[in-house]
């Protein structure tokens, strides 16, 4: 056998062992008092929420969080335990800033037009355009007319880490609306269309081929429900943080936490949409939805599916 002799480094010297002193914080549970902590006075579960389009209508030039943390016990802002969004709002010739810290943002540009920039990088955006900056940079968004934007990051899991990001593990994409229609409407011509519950397509990025997801941690759907349509549930165990972009009175989606034996959501919450709004769906719970105007319906659920789907726990199920 062979002993490597290893030189006590100094530090050792001025380390001061562990002692009865960390009685104060070292704990035990009983294991059923512990076990599964998502409970009201513990771990909530992440709630329904309904963010309306008013709060970006009008008013001065601000990055809005949709800010529930004190729901969900954590700090804030944050819209999700590891996910946060943002309404934006730019008066023409304004420009916002923020430096959060994160991996990944995603931007969706409802209306309006402007530029943004992260370090060497600029990017022109107008309405219906997404665009991709990792987080490893502060940015700044100006309008050449008057914008408003979705963006989700994912600050609030960093901040749970008590980590700040080190390498950008993608370089800032731009997705632009003409293009992003064109493959929408690749989709809705496929053939196999009409078999499909959902006519969508997700954004992806070279840099992630094995998640194909939007970023590392981020997942970008975008997606039409057609007039008359009616959704099979489904579920997964990413958060969404779902933006309407567009639609006629009659749709909504319905969310609950089981299926009842026909399949359907048992005892739903129904949310009704309106154009520009956004809203949470939470993790683990069934939900579909709902188109029963005559005119097709557009969404953009973003959720932490490239986490889930790395961790392999994303654990997506169709009724
Ligand atoms: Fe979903």
Known sequence: MTILEIEAPE??????????????????????????????????RIPYHFFPP???????????????????????PATGPGLCANFIRIVQGDTVQAAPLATSMVFYVLKGAGRAFQGATELA???????????????ALTASEDAALYYVNDAPLLRYLGVAPSAARFEPTIYKAARANEELAKAAADPGAALRSRISVLLGNTAFPLTRTVTHVLWAMYGMIGPDTMQKPHR???IALDLIVDCAPGCYTLVGRDLDENGDIRNPVKVDWEPGCAFITPPGYWH?????SDRPARLIPIQDAGLQTYLRSLDIRFA
């Open 54 to 76: 008013s709060l970006y209508a009008d008013g001065p030039s601000r990055i809005l969080p949709l800010d529930i943390s004190a729901e969900l016990k954590t700090e804030g």
């Open 236 to 238: 997964h165990q990413s």
């Open 11 to 44: 530090i050792l010297d001025d380390a001061v062992p562990a002692s009865s002193d960390d009685g104060d914080r070292a704990l035990f549970y009983e294991y059923s008092t512990a076990a599964d902590p998502i409970r009201p006075s513990l771990t909530p």
């Open 125 to 139: 955006f107008g309405e219906g355009d997404f665009f991709t900056l990792p987080g490893t940079q502060g940015f």
């Open 288 to 292: 579909a939805h709902f188109n029963s």
